[in-house]
């Protein structure tokens, strides 16, 4: 996929551009600017996904030496030894000797620019996700190459080491959680089959088929958003929505509810960064 | 048995593999954990992580039924903290009710205090059919009055149902409109007009 990235990448610029000048060919003759953002989002949802440029970006960045140590990510041990990207994410969160923690793919990535390339950690933090118009953060795009590198791979988030199953158990219990002035939990939406809220489907988490379907799908160009979410942003979105306070990023409720995702999705396959809506 | 407990120590002190069931995390740690993972912005505060009894009890018997005493006590106790409108009327605006209906913002870390906040019944619930966009978490609330007159009795119940569904169903999933000051009292007489209000869509 990756060796056939220019083509793709130019042919997507250039519906891109065919839709622009779509819609303001659609304002000239005063057509419904609703029903045209509509059509404007599923031919975007067709004709390729913008994620393939964050991938590539995500690529050079990885390489490339910089921070104040002046390295490069390539150094960087994601679960199956320094260097290898293929594959890696699929098997993420996992418990690691150097920290003596499990850690999803996130928090691996910022611990690598810490020590590998000197970066401050709470800078490194400080903004992880891009607003809405705003180019991808360092954090996105270096996430979309990462899990593009697992495409296709068997999902198999281990449960050997004692704290990889204290994480399940953990998130598990936090899937159940209610609180806020709301009283939601994840399972408030996310335990039952075939609901919804307004039209947007919620899927059963607790059960093997969607919960792959989940984790294989995420990150995610968010159509609707013009970027690329990662599972951290998903889970912060998610407890917005639920009046919780804010989930901090590659916080331990964060990795232990990716663990509990992740195990539950174990034996689907990746397939990210998907596009959705 | 004591051999076999043995065999299973052994093996997870040596391989720190396959002890899933020796593995046990308290509650305390779990929310201890939650405390220590998100952080207070707006008005968002970490105090939201502090469970009432009825969260507690809810989170804990969200995969198998409440023993019967719990669940009767929950339930007596929400219905016991009902307030009912202070001038005995129980029915606002249905058109202003459709707007609460309709509205989902509120009690967000991105929300600002002060603004009204919606009650976002369409979410989960069928009400206007006009409306196609609405979730199925809770039931169809289509011809809700039509169906039911809106008698005293039928008023009363529905109102401490929108105030506080625990009442009559402990672990609801329904959010505390009047128990948690997410709508207004005129707010809820709106709602209140837009399902029983024979004037109302909802009752076409």
Redesign the interface.
């Known amino acids: 996929m990756r060796t056939n990235m220019i083509g793709r990448v130019s042919a997507f610029a250039l519906t891109a551009a065919l839709g622009m000048a779509g819609i303001s060919s659609a304002l000239a003759q005063g057509k419904d600017p609703t029903i045209e953002a509509i059509e404007k989002y599923r031919e975007m949802l067709q004709d390729g996904n913008p994620a393939e440029l964050m991938v590539a970006k995500g690529e050079e960045l990885w390489k490339q030496k910089r921070g104040p140590k002046n390295a490069s990510l390539e150094a960087c041990d994601i679960g199956l030894g320094a260097g290898v990207v293929d594959g890696a994410y699929a098997r993420l969160p996992r418990y690691f000797a150097d920290t003596n923690e499990v850690m999803d793919f996130e928090s691996r990535l910022v611990h690598c620019m810490v020590t590998l390339q000197g970066y401050k950690r709470e800078d490194v933090i400080k903004k992880p996700f891009s607003g809405g118009g705003q180019k991808a953060t360092d954090l996105e795009v270096l996430t979309a190459y990462a899990v593009d590198a697992s495409r296709g791979v068997t999902i198999a988030v281990p ?4 704290k990889e ?2 994480s399940f ?2 998130g598990e ?2 899937f ?10 994840c ?3 996310h ?2 089959d ?7 489907d919620l899927p059963n988490l607790t059960q093997e088929g969607p919960a792959r379907r989940a984790f294989a799908t995420w990150p995610a160009y968010r159509v609707s958003q013009g970027a690329v979410r990662t599972m951290q942003w998903r889970l912060n979105d998610c ?3 639920q ?6 990023y590659g ?4 990795i ?1 509810l990716i663990t509990f995702l992740g195990v539950n999705a174990n034996g689907g396959k990746m397939d990210s960064p998907a596009i959705k809506r | 048995m004591i051999n076999r407990t043995t065999f299973i120590a052994v093996s ?1 002190a040596s ?6 069931g020796l ?3 308290s ?1 305390k ?2 929310v201890d ?2 405390k ?6 707006g008005i ?3 105090d ?4 009432s009894e ?2 507690k009890a ?2 804990e018997y ?2 198998s039924d409440l023993p019967k005493p719990l669940r009767e006590k929950l339930e007596k106790a929400a219905l016991a903290a009902v307030k009912y409108p202070a001038d005995g009327k129980y029915l606002g605006d249905w058109k202003k009710g459709e707007k609460v209906a309709q509205g989902g913002r509120g ?4 929300d600002k205090p002060g603004a009204a906040n919606g009650g976002n019944c ?3 619930h069928q009400l206007d059919k006009k409306e ?6 809770g039931p169809s609330l289509w011809n809700y009055g039509k169906l039911r007159g809106n008698s005293e009795p039928i008023m009363k119940y529905t109102w401490a149902k929108v105030w506080n569904a625990h009442a009559f169903n402990a672990c609801s ?1 329904m ?2 409109f009047g128990d ?3 709508l207004t009292q005129s707010q809820l007489k709106d709602v209140m007009a837009l399902l029983l209000d024979p004037a109302s869509p909802v009752n076409k």
Do not use: W
């Open positions: 449960q050997s080491h004692q199953i204290a158990k953990r219990k936090m159940y959680f209610r609180g806020g002035p709301y009283d939601f939990s399972a408030t939406c335990a039952v075939g609901q919804r809220i307004r039209l947007q407890f917005r929505q009046r919780f306070p804010v989930l901090k916080s331990q409720a964060s232990d | 997870c391989l720190l593999a396959g002890c899933a593995v046990s995390v509650d740690e779990v954990t939650l220590a993972s998100f952080s207070e912005r968002a505060k970490l939201r992580l502090d469970q009825l969260q809810c989170s969200a995969r009690l967000q870390f991105t369409y979410a989960c196609l966009s609405y979730g199925n978490i999933q959010p505390r948690a000051s997410i």
